[in-house]
């Protein structure tokens, strides 16, 4: 089937290069429009049910809300784990699904099920779905900042860095070409930033007066930041911007939330810090009892005086009105707006003034003398902030105002975040003078060198598979054709892939980077075979028989090999089955690189047996211009096709690339002559490359061929000995992404106020802003306002901006002692004296040495912030969100313990952290082993006495309703101002809630008209709860977060199990789990090893469909244990663990494997078959010779294969940046084992070859000799 594909493909040329263009041009535009993103969404398919409940603790919470709607979301189908969360005052329920479930059938049947449980919720408390996000959505966030601008510019001026010029429009520079890309925008001017460095002990300090005395005078000052005391264009002193953090949240909620919310691929836009203006309504308890009024007549009496209603519609003379009863607070009649533009007043401020008084004016009924009562008379009416449980710090200045931009479902990541800053440049404009916009986290910066990092990686493999088809064909034009696979194969993938929905990331592009090396091996053994095949045809010629046409002899050439390499790339594309049968977060990481693994493979074999063998007879040739015309015609045609172009394009280039003029005439002078010029195909022997290495190759292989047993025993004990290194390896479930930012995320006391946490969080980012490589820092207490952010009040989460250049990191001096002594001159050379620091040491800290040569330990970031109270945790923003949101912990390895009593379920997570800590066996691998602190909230019960209650013919809700709305508050209604909404919030005074005796005496209203103390009527009891309550699938959980060093994952969770399972007695009714990292890593062992068994018999069933012999299959299967040697021990002396990563990369060498058997069998089969067709396969002498010749014969398309997929993984290896460990991970065993895989290859198969065949050979004869009617069969 395969031959004759070849054969119509050669009959129909122009066809199979008219298909190719539309490839290409198909792949050009897959490339302009393929959805790009930093990581594979390694997010469960999960729905977020975030549930108000205002003012209620976590366990009222828990049992009125989580509780049933955990329980009822058990029966939603495919529901995969049922999370849980209750903290004041909010519920969070997050259903996890399995995967291949559609996000928006998965949010059908929740809502479906919703409707079943709203009975059993209490009244006024309403459950919504949040948005169609995973937990990677959070793609973008921005900071809201005030400061200083120039009244003359009040829109910002633009900064050119390099020239240090100012601009006031952008539009000022379009002249000066290049200049806009790098302008920034300054709408607001910081103050001067700087530290001081004491350079003797390497410390810095805040300010002089922090310093010790006697240090002051050696301290060198630090300009952190530039500032700015007047307009930098035309000297005016600077203004301070007047906006208050109420003001700045009222821009996020109603001015730039919504705009945003439309941008295309947004889902959601979350609010974060600063203050929502509540209009606060504070009643005086000794007036109520003047005048004899109940809270709760207040209360209606808000609800009463702010409502607009219609009258439908009256006609009066012809004309239709539509009747509107004008009733909301704060409404100004037209006139009134009309007279604030013109006095140039805020119309907030004047909306906010009339509210108040409108809403002081609201009546409560009047005295026995017709006084009217009004609200004013028993309240103070005012403007404050309505309670928050978020707070935002930028920088460490203090507390600002943010948003979050939460991509939706699907989308394709750097286009939203594009749309979304060009939409914010926008409305920038309409922001109220001083102030401006930060970026506090953008992931298109990863996005961006992620993808750098993989295109880098293949621009070098390409150009490196090209030089060694150059280096051992000599003909650039074969070269070219072997070539050509590469640049078509990954556009045609990344066609496929943009067919399919896979997105291009770090997983998705690494799959093509590894496969690069592999893809052109069929073009390669083909370009080859062609030029034997006319190395033979010129022997032949020269012999005197007749010459065969060139077509039909590289068709010949062709149909020769592709069978076998078609059935090599099928055996490659099976054994990525086991990853493409991977679930979870493993699945979801790797099945991007084996799909596009496999649109690789498969693109380079529909490409080798239908483009590249017409591109062989067109340019596997020594002249492309045929020689039988005249000297003057074919000079004629070099000049037309090679110079008159060049000249052409450049005095004539296209207009979009007249700049680069020289390059494209240089470019098609160069190409144009490879291809149109004459060049000669020469033989093997006398190539140089090809001299070499059958110089090299061929003593080598004489005398294994001479002593083979000695040869198959050392091959025998190698295999063997790759068992000592795999027992030594560890293992984990992937390796770490470095994201190129951190995120600081240190335990605090639940119980800590939200005061208290301000002041320390300012703390930690001042701190953590002082260190040269930060390039900004955004902190955050608490949760955002989205469903997406399940974070409790006490959780610290700091997004560290590293700096992106490394010229502005700390150098250290590079150690070479490990170089021979006399190598370092030459690592000095190639690699400097110096290095910057690596993100390890900035956080942990390093050594820096002296000139006495003793060293300094200079701190890092963690030194610097021990502070009491807060325990550390560093971490990365986007590893962070998909651990927490997928198993819940943050940490590598977890421990849930659940059971149905919280203070036991702390008792024993406490208990197992100690163990871990203190056990000899797992102490000193554990860096970090704290429980979270599951009753560490403190709380103030008010117990109502039902007896008392009783007897004045009160019920229970009578009091709470008093206990909610005097103490807690309550919001009663809402202002409407124009596109804004703002509560009104009832309440008693502040100094009286935060008053035991005051509280004591909250008076509380009886049926008979009189009004007792609270203190009469209930107990009050001060004691510790929990701060928050866990549950997974209706189940209370607590939780142990476990940092490990230096050991891997699964060692280390087996100590570990072992010691809790002596050491922690588990009551009945409760269980351990084990989670994080490891729990993914389980997970996809037990897939593997029920899966790897399959793909092993598909394997086979595969060759012996291209063998057709049982003793074949195991001859090309022979070539797996032979490079492991090399696979194992390369990761063992890299200090590397299994992970699913390696053991992707051990599948894509069996592939590899079986490929080179193949190929060297189908060699050796050939030489054997020309061998016997010329009468001279006699004797075992003979097959030795076969043998001989056939494996010297091919040893040059075995090496150039090896070689181009063995080099072209090498920049992998040494690649730097974003994906760069995971790629190096994928791309170590395929190295080491190409290198031992390929020597026993060339050695070891051919002797296996000839014993079987020389053993056939004698079974023959002795058959012969009893029958001779019988000969000898190929096996």
Not at 119 to 129: C, E, H, I, K, T
Not at 494 to 499: F, G, R, Y
């Amino acid at each position: 089937m395969i031959a004759a594909l070849i054969e119509r493909c050669l009959r129909a040329p122009a066809m199979v290069l008219l298909l190719t263009a539309f490839v290409v041009a198909a792949g050009v535009w897959s490339v302009q429009s393929i959805s790009i993103d930093a990581i594979p969404d390694l997010s469960d398919v999960q729905v977020v049910i975030r549930t108000e409940f205002p003012g209620q603790a976590p366990q009222i919470v828990e049992d009125q809300v989580t509780y049933p709607l955990t329980t009822a979301m058990l029966a939603v189908p495919y529901a995969k784990v049922v999370r849980g969360y209750s903290m004041f005052g909010t519920s969070f329920v997050y259903i996890i699904f399995e995967d291949g479930t559609d996000m928006y059938w998965a949010r059908s049947r929740v809502l479906e099920q919703l409707s079943f449980v709203a009975g059993a919720l209490p009244r006024d408390v309403s459950p919504q779905l949040g948005p169609d996000a995973t937990g990677v959505g959070w793609i973008f966030e921005y900071v809201l900042v005030t400061g200083e601008y120039c009244p003359d510019h009040p829109n910002g001026l633009w900064h050119d860095p390099v020239d240090d010029r100012w601009f006031a429009d952008p539009l000022d520079v379009q002249s000066e070409k290049g200049l806009e890309h790098h302008l920034v925008h300054h709408r607001v001017f910081p103050r001067e930033r700087v530290n001081y460095l004491d350079a003797v002990e390497n410390h810095r300090y805040e300010s002089l007066e922090s310093a010790p005395p006697e240090v002051r005078d050696r301290l060198q000052r630090v300009v952190l930041t530039k500032g700015y005391e007047r307009c930098p264009l035309d000297g005016n002193e600077l203004k301070r911007s007047t906006a208050d953090l109420s003001d700045l949240r009222g821009l996020q909620d109603w001015y730039l939330r919504y705009e945003l919310t439309a941008v295309s691929g947004v889902s959601e836009v979350a609010s974060l810090g600063g203050f929502v203006k509540q209009y606060q309504v504070v009643v005086d308890p000794v007036k109520l009892l003047a005048f004899d009024l109940p809270l709760a007549h207040v209360m209606m009496a808000v609800k009463r005086s702010n409502a607009d209603v219609g009258g439908r519609l009256i006609e009066v003379s012809e004309t239709e009105y539509m009747v509107r009863g004008v009733g909301y607070l704060g409404t100004l009649t037209d006139e009134e707006v009309t007279a604030a533009h013109a006095a140039n007043q805020s119309l907030e401020q004047l909306r906010t003034d009339r509210a108040l008084e409108e809403l002081g004016m609201a009546s409560l009924g009047s005295t026995e003398d017709g006084t009217p009562i009004y609200l004013q008379d028993v309240a103070e009416i005012r403007i404050g902030p309505e309670i928050r449980r978020g707070v935002l710090d930028w920088n460490g200045d203090g507390e600002a105002v943010g948003g979050i931009i939460v991509m939706r479902f699907g989308e394709n990541a750097r286009g939203v975040i594009q749309r979304v800053r060009t939409r914010l440049s926008d409305l920038e404009r309409g922001l109220p003078p001083g102030v401006g916009i930060e970026v506090g986290y953008d992931r298109s910066d990863l996005i961006t060198r992620s993808v750098r990092t993989l295109t880098n990686t293949m621009i070098q493999e390409i150009i490196v598979v090209t030089l060694i088809c150059i280096v051992f064909l000599l003909h650039v034009r074969s070269a070219f054709v072997a070539v050509f696979v590469l640049p078509t194969g990954v556009l045609l993938t990344l066609t496929i892939m943009n067919l399919f929905g896979i997105n291009a990331n770090i997983m998705s592009l690494g799959g093509i980077a590894i496969s690069i090396g592999v893809m052109v091996d069929s073009s390669i053994v083909m370009v080859e075979n062609a030029h034997k095949h006319i190395e033979h045809q010129k022997e032949r010629v020269a012999a005197g028989f007749e010459s065969v046409p060139r077509v039909q002899l590289i068709a010949t050439a062709a149909r020769e090999v592709g069978p076998s390499l078609f059935f090599a790339l099928l055996i490659i594309t099976v054994s990525f089955i086991p990853v493409l049968a991977l679930g979870e977060q493993a699945g979801r990481l790797f099945k991007p690189l084996a799909y596009t693994y496999i649109f690789a493979m498969g693109s380079s074999a529909i490409l080798a047996v239908t483009i590249i063998p017409v591109l062989m007879t067109m340019f596997v040739s020594e002249q492309v211009i045929p020689s039988t015309l005249s000297y003057w015609t074919r000079l004629t045609l070099y000049i037309s096709i090679i110079v008159v172009p060049a000249l052409v394009l450049s005095v004539w280039p296209p207009a979009p690339l007249a700049a680069s003029r020289w390059w494209l005439a240089g470019g098609w002078l160069v190409l144009s002559a490879v291809i149109v010029l004459p060049q000669r195909i020469m033989r093997e022997d006398r190539l140089p490359a090809g001299r070499l290495l059958l110089w090299v190759f061929r003593p080598i292989f004489t005398l294994s061929m001479r002593f083979w047993p000695l040869t198959l025993t050392a091959a025998l004990v190698l295999a063997l000995s790759a068992a000592v290194p795999f027992q030594r390896l560890g293992s984990e479930f992937m390796p770490p992404l470095e994201e190129g930012d951190l995120l600081y995320m240190p335990s605090a006391d639940p119980g800590i106020s939200m005061t208290k946490a301000r002041e320390l969080l300012q703390q930690t980012d001042k701190l953590v802003r002082s260190f040269p490589e930060v390039q900004s820092v955004m902190g955050k207490i608490g949760r955002a306002e989205t469903a997406t952010d399940p974070a409790p009040p006490p959780m610290f989460e700091t997004v560290v901006t590293l700096k992106r250049d490394k010229a502005d990191w700390r150098q250290v001096a590079r150690s070479f002692q490990n170089w021979p002594i006399g190598t370092r001159w030459l690592a000095r050379m190639l690699k400097g004296d110096t290095r910057p620091i690596t993100v390890n040491e900035l956080v942990y800290g390093y050594e820096e040495p002296r000139a006495d040569g003793s060293a300094t330990t200079v701190p890092g970031l963690d030194q610097t912030l021990r502070i009491p109270g807060l325990t550390n945790a560093w971490t990365m923003p986007i590893k962070t969100r998909i651990d927490m949101l997928s198993t819940g912990i943050k940490t590598p390895v977890g421990v849930k313990v659940m059971g149905p009593d919280l203070p036991t379920l702390a008792s024993l997570s406490s208990r197992i952290a100690s163990v871990l800590t203190n056990d000899d066996a797992t102490a000193h691998y554990t860096a970090s082993a704290f429980p979270e602190k599951s009753v560490g909230g403190n709380y103030f019960d008010i117990r109502i006495d039902r007896k008392e209650i009783a007897r004045y013919g009160l019920s229970v809700v009578d009091v709470q309703d008093v206990i909610m709305t005097a103490m807690g508050g309550m919001n009663v209604s809402s202002t409407v101002e124009g596109l804004e909404r703002y509560p009104i919030n009832v309440r008693y005074p502040h100094e009286l809630r935060d008053n035991l005796p005051a509280l004591q005496r909250t008076l509380v209203a009886t049926p008979s008209g009189a009004q007792l103390p609270l203190g009469q009527l209930a107990a009050f009891v001060v004691h510790k709860g929990a701060p928050q309550i866990k549950s997974e699938n209706a189940r209370l959980t607590s939780w142990v977060f476990v940092d490990i060093k230096d050991i891997d994952v699964g060692t280390y969770v087996a100590k570990a199990q072992r010691v809790v399972a002596e050491q922690v007695d588990l009551p009945a009714g409760y269980t351990v789990i084990w989670s994080g990292q490891f729990e993914y890593m389980q997970a996809a062992r037990k897939r593997l090893l029920i899966v790897a068994p399959i793909t092993a018999v598909l394997i086979v069933l595969l060759l012996y469909m291209s063998t057709r012999s049982w003793i074949r299959v195991a001859m090309v299967l022979l070539t797996v244990p032979l490079s492991l040697i090399g696979a194992f021990w390369l990761l063992w002396a890299l200090e590397y663990n299994m992970s699913v990563a390696v053991w992707v990369g051990i599948i894509a060498l069996a592939g590899l494997d079986a490929e080179m058997g193949l190929v060297l069998l189908l060699y050796l089969d050939l030489s054997h078959k020309r061998q016997a067709s010329e009468g001279c396969m006699r004797d075992a002498n003979d097959l030795w010779h076969a043998v001989y010749r056939g494996t010297l014969e091919r040893v040059r398309p075995i090496t150039m294969t090896t070689m181009t997929s063995f080099i072209a993984l090498t920049p992998l290896l040494v690649a730097t940046g974003a994906g760069a460990d995971t790629m190096r991970r994928l791309a170590v065993p395929v190295i080491g084992g190409l290198a031992t895989g390929y020597v026993g290859v060339l050695l070891v198969l051919p002797i296996v070859y000839y014993l079987i065949k020389r053993t056939a050979m004698l079974r023959d004869s002795y058959r012969a000799a009893r029958r001779p009617e019988l000969t000898a069969e190929a096996i």
